[in-house]
C-alpha cells in the first residue's frame, strides 16, 4: 500500500518558523513532481508549493511565496516545506501530495494528485 506520511507540524508564534517532511512508504516517488497543499477549517484545501522531479523548477502560491521553500533530497527521499515568518493566516493542516504517475506536468489542481498524506498540523498563533 502507497502511503506518504507527514511529519514536523506544530504549534508556533507569529514569526516563528516550522519544517515540514514528507517520505514516501510502499513506494518510492524519486521522479515524481510533489506537492504541499494546506486546508483550514472550514475552507477547501488549497495548492501551497510544488517542486518539480529534478528539483530544479519550484512554485509557490503568491501569499507563501517568499516565506516558504519546498526542497527534495531524493537519496533518502524525502520532500521539506520549510516555512519561515509563519502568519496566524497560515494556521492549516498540510498535506503532502504526489501524482499517479512518474515525471508528468506541473499542477496546482488537487485533482491531478492521487496519493495523499494523512496531514500534520500547523497552528500559529498571533
Known amino acids: 500500500q502507497v502511503q506518504l506520511v507527514e511529519s514536523g507540524g506544530g504549534s508556533v508564534q507569529a514569526g516563528g518558523s516550522l519544517r515540514l517532511s514528507c517520505v514516501g512508504l510502499?513506494?518510492?516517488?524519486?521522479?515524481?513532481?510533489m506537492a504541499w497543499f494546506r486546508q483550514a477549517p472550514g475552507k477547501e484545501r488549497e495548492f501551497v508549493a510544488l517542486?518539480?522531479?529534478?528539483?530544479?523548477?519550484?512554485d509557490y502560491q503568491d501569499s507563501v511565496r517568499g516565506r516558504f521553500t519546498i526542497s527534495r533530497e531524493d537519496r533518502l527521499p524525502t520532500v521539506y516545506l520549510q516555512m519561515s515568518d509563519l502568519k496566524p493566516e497560515d494556521t492549516a493542516v498540510y498535506f503532502c501530495?504526489?501524482?499517479?504517475?512518474?515525471?508528468?506536468?506541473?499542477?496546482?489542481?488537487?485533482?491531478?494528485?492521487?496519493?495523499w498524506g494523512q496531514g500534520t498540523q500547523v497552528t500559529v498563533s498571533s
Open positions: 517542486i518539480d522531479y529534478s528539483g530544479k523548477n519550484t
Open positions: 501530495a504526489a501524482p499517479d504517475y512518474a515525471y508528468g506536468t506541473l499542477s496546482t489542481a488537487t485533482a491531478a494528485y492521487t496519493h
Open positions: 510502499g513506494r518510492t516517488f524519486v521522479n515524481y513532481n
